[in-house]
């Protein structure tokens, strides 16, 4: 359901600028924070062929950025305080961007989508590479699900 709603929000961005707001909550620092933690464990371990190790660490901060948008609820909140929306889709796109750096040698061609539709070019691992105010490309699935009846 709120993969739904925060399509729908994504695409009405008409109303909604995704960018730094001027007060960051608790869980948006986290999540900032953990990306520096991401990028330092997922160097360590591919400098020690770990690959499999360096994959399950950029997937379980993707984990922990769906989590923060179930407890950030953006499509409620922008009802009431589009700037803090704007705000918490900034952060879980910037984490986004960085997860997709760490992959992009990994997944070229899944991350290549996800960089158009964050419509960046950047490939800095610091928090901080996506531009505040930015419109987001046309949304994609990047997995899409595999209906098992048509096999």
Do not use: C
């Not at 709120?2 to 695409?11: F, G, T």
């Not at 070229?108 to 989508?113: S, V």
């Not at 531009?131 to 595999?146: D, M, N, Q, V």
Request: net charge positive; aromatic share 6%.
């Amino acid at each position: 359901m709120k993969d739904d709603q925060i399509k729908e929000l994504l695409k009405n961005s008409k109303t909604i600028v995704i960018k730094i707001g001027s007060s960051l909550i608790v869980n948006d620092k986290k999540i900032e924070e953990s990306s520096k933690e991401v990028v330092q464990n997922f160097d360590n371990y591919m400098s020690n062929m770990a690959i499999n190790d360096a994959i399950e660490e950029v997937l379980q901060f993707v984990r922990s950025i769906n989590k923060y948008f179930e407890h950030s609820v953006p499509w409620k909140v922008v009802k009431e305080d589009k700037e803090l929306a704007g705000t918490i889709l900034y952060t879980g796109a910037e984490a986004l961007r960085i997860s997709a750096v760490l992959l992009s040698s990994i997944m070229p061609e899944r991350t290549k989508k996800l960089f158009q539709v964050l419509n960046t070019d950047s490939r800095d691992r610091k928090w901080g590479g996506l531009k505040s105010g930015i419109k987001l490309g046309t949304l994609s699935a990047l997995f899409p699900r595999i209906d098992s009846q048509h096999k």
